[in-house]
């Protein structure tokens, strides 16, 4: 078999493959094997031309590379704080989603990462210099710039952020990041003084005008020893949850126009400064159901009560605690499109909850006297004036699911009622799959949907569709 010969070839074509043999990080005779093993093996078309001698463009895509015409190529920047760990992990969770990751370090960031760890991770050649000659000669900060779908910065540090502001372009990272045309993502991760520091906030408002996206920083406990607040990155997951929404094709948007309010999470009613009466919700449903209804392009209201999640991107938040506070939260919203109740709303109260701490004593338990918390669903269904032209209730059961519902949605006045049983066999309370039951009212009757056991994500999905659905007859 003949052997390479490099230099036997045109100007025009080994120039081209110079360029492709420094983005790939091999010798040029290397890139030609490469290449016709790809042709043999996936481009049928093309080793077809070469056996005929037809000369073919080494010019290729990202996605020609990747192999996946429909693979999202992103261009992370690790910026240098010690965040830069959990940026490995990000390349693992931007690749498990189908995107080929090309990672680039900036000085700082090697001091705590190393390009080899990244490139272990990403398949894929790390970059680090502005002036490497094994890739500058192309100009491939501009590559790294244009040939991507998205750029991430994770960390995005004060300095970077700073750079990215007032134009700076000293190494490679803030030379692509001035040069590309393409969506960014901030990640930014910093001491939660420096993130208050007036700079730091004059820089992140020109960035947002300029078009850029920020996700987080998360408030908690910061590498330092005793310091907390605003400051933290967001997770991998977050911050790749973020990074697919801007690769997804743009969704419809059904509700766009609408206003909905949504009611999540449980209610805390008082029995003493430290005690209350409370449930097992975790407020995951309601808040799916909040996050599909923005997604749809809804003006989206959560009254919330008490729980440990983030408010979905888009959604205007008010926390609660107890089933009056709710109440009247709901009332200030209105008037609204659709009034989705999930809140699973404390049935009692104590009349007269304790100014102190009750103790215990000699004669036994101090009694507690019970009265009804007003019933939010039934109150907002049976309005005469502003009443939300779609109200949809949670009826959750342990016993008698369909019946219960049933009962549910005739007593209460709502449209439809979405049914779950929460028996503690189920792990619905707490957990992140539901089997829900539609029920509709239609013409005086109910007409029930089983749904099949999914994620409550999906089952939010599936409600918001439904809804988008009646939109045109009910909610017009």
Same mark, same amino acid.
């Given at each position: ?24 990080? /091999?010798?040029? #005779? ?11 093996? /996936? ?31 992103? %261009?992370?920047?690790?910026? =240098? ?26 000085? !700082? ?19 680090? +210099?502005?002036? +490497? ?12 710039? /244009? ?23 000293? +190494? ?6 001035? !040069? ?19 700079? %730091? ?29 605003? @400051? ?11 990074? #697919? ?19 999540? @999470? ?31 392009? !809804? ?14 991107? =888009? ?17 200030? !919203? ?17 009349? =007269?909850?304790? #100014? ?15 009265? #009804? ?37 005739? /007593?209460?006045?709502? +449209? ?10 189920? @792990? ?15 013409? @005086? ?32």
């Amino acid at each position: 078999m003949a052997s390479l010969t490099i230099r036997k070839l045109d100007d025009a074509l080994k120039a081209e493959l110079r360029q492709r043999a420094a983005r790939n990080g /091999r010798s040029m #005779e290397d890139e030609v094997r490469v290449m016709l093993r790809e042709a043999t093996h /996936r481009r049928p078309e093309i080793a077809a031309g070469l056996s005929q001698g037809i000369p073919q463009s080494f010019q290729s895509t990202p996605a020609e590379d990747s192999g996946q015409s429909d693979a999202a190529w992103i %261009t992370l920047i690790v910026g =240098g704080g010690i965040a830069a760990y959990k940026a490995m992990d990000l390349i693992r969770r931007l690749m498990e989603r189908g995107a080929t990751v090309r990672v680039v370090l900036t000085r !700082a960031a090697q001091q705590f990462v190393t390009p080899l760890t990244a490139s272990a991770l990403s398949h894929q050649r790390c970059y680090t +210099d502005l002036f +490497d000659p094994n890739s500058e000669f192309d100009a491939g900060h501009i590559r790294l710039a /244009r040939d991507c779908d998205l750029v991430v910065v994770a960390p995005a540090t004060a300095d970077l952020m700073a750079k990215m502001a007032n134009g700076h372009a000293d +190494d490679l990272a803030s030379a692509i990041l001035l !040069a590309t045309n393409r969506q960014i993502l901030l990640a930014p991760a910093m001491n939660p003084l420096m993130w208050d520091n007036a700079a %730091t906030r004059r820089n992140v408002a020109q960035l947002q005008r300029d078009g850029v996206a920020l996700i987080g920083p998360n408030a908690g406990e910061m590498a330092e020893r005793n310091e907390a607040g605003t @400051g933290r990155m967001a997770e991998p997951i977050e911050i790749a949850t973020a990074a #697919e929404a801007f690769l997804r094709p743009p969704q419809p948007r059904p509700l766009a126009g609408k206003r909905v309010l949504i009611t999540a @999470g449980p209610t805390h009613e008082p029995i003493d400064p430290v005690r209350y009466i409370a449930n097992r919700s975790s407020g995951k449903q309601g808040y799916a159901i909040a996050a599909a209804a923005a997604a749809a392009g !809804a003006d989206v209201i959560l009254i919330s009560g008490p729980v440990e999640l983030r408010a979905p991107a =888009g959604v205007a938040l008010t926390r609660v605690e107890s089933a009056r506070e709710m109440l009247a939260a709901v009332e200030v !919203a209105l008037p609204v499109d659709i009034a989705i109740f999930a809140a699973a709303v404390a049935d009692w109260r104590v009349v =007269g909850a304790g #100014e102190q701490k009750l103790k215990k004593g000699a004669g036994g338990p101090p009694p507690l006297q019970l009265t #009804e918390n007003p019933d939010i669903l039934a109150t907002v269904s049976k309005l005469k004036a502003n009443r939300p032209a779609l109200v949809i209730g949670f009826a959750a059961e342990t016993e008698h699911l369909l019946d219960n519902a049933t009962a549910k949605l005739a /007593r209460k006045g709502c +449209d439809w009622i979405v049914a779950n049983d929460v028996s503690p066999a189920t @792990g619905v309370m707490g957990g992140d799959r539901n089997t829900v039951h539609l029920l509709m009212k239609t013409d @005086g009757a109910a007409t029930i949907e089983a749904w099949p056991a999914m994620t409550k994500d999906d089952v939010a999905t599936a409600l918001v569709a439904r809804i988008a659905q009646a939109a045109g007859s009910q909610i017009a």
